[in-house]
């Protein structure tokens, strides 16, 4: 069985402290990590996957399979970073993939 | 592309009664999924369908079942509901073998008196 943990409801930051969002999972398989954000009043969407080792819109996230984590960073919070952060654990089954998502963090940016 | 788009919006219904989401996916996507999102919770996966057919199913009761129709577009079915069945629904879709790129639409909020 796969699963996702975020032990953080909700965290709060500073404008311009750094930010780490919490992520850890268990998974027997290889896992593909990803983590989605949701704006105030917008959709669920995809921010960035460990894969790609990409940086979107400042925010990192690295694959630690020792500690089965999957931590988002970003060194300078900004406001407009404020939102729902989840963490998702993607699966193969039979050539199809299913997704668990953890439970979510509300990142608060303080001015 | 208005990409992905879920109807009704919001609605609600009494205990027993059954209800059914609609769902459109963005152009070129086949593969559609469902989730349910209660509040305070992240969104848990219900099923998958690709080609009409249920590819892949979260652990979630038989009252749960779906349609995929030629057009890729899908329903959510939840027969004799309960007021646990109260949430959000979310309906994402992907493209063919890549079925972590997935677009959400906006969800229907279905409220069970």
């Known amino acids: 069985a796969q699963r996702v943990t975020q032990p953080e409801k909700l965290l709060s930051v500073f404008k311009g402290a750094p930010v780490e969002l919490k992520c850890n999972y268990s998974y027997s398989g290889s896992p593909e990590l990803f983590w989605y954000v949701q704006y105030s009043r917008q959709r669920l969407q995809l921010l960035l996957r460990?894969?790609s080792r990409e940086s979107i819109k400042g925010f990192t996230a690295d694959l630690n399979k020792g500690e089965t984590s999957f931590h988002l960073k970003k060194p300078f919070a900004q406001e407009e970073d404020s939102a729902m952060y989840y963490c998702?654990?993607?699966?193969?089954?039979?050539?199809?993939?299913?997704?668990?998502f953890g439970t979510g963090t509300k990142l608060q940016v303080i001015p | 592309d208005a990409g992905v788009t879920q109807s009704p919006t919001h609605l609600i219904k009494t205990r027993g009664q059954q209800v059914t989401l609609r769902c459109s996916p963005k152009?070129?996507?086949?593969?559609v999924s469902w989730y349910q999102q209660a509040l305070g919770q992240g969104p848990q996966f219900i099923f998958q369908y690709y080609e009409e057919e249920e590819r892949q199913r979260g652990n979630f009761p038989d009252r749960f079942s779906g349609h995929q129709f030629p057009n890729y577009s899908s329903e959510l079915n939840v027969n004799a509901l309960l007021l646990g069945d109260s949430a959000l629904y979310l309906c994402?879709?992907?493209?063919?073998?890549?079925?972590?790129?997935?677009?959400f639409g906006p969800g229907t909020r279905l409220t069970v008196t």
């Open positions: 152009s070129g996507h086949d593969t």
């Open positions: 994402a879709s992907s493209p063919s073998g890549r079925g972590y790129e997935q677009y």
């Open positions: 998702a654990l993607s699966a193969s089954s039979g050539g199809y993939q299913k997704v668990t």
């Open positions: 460990h894969i």
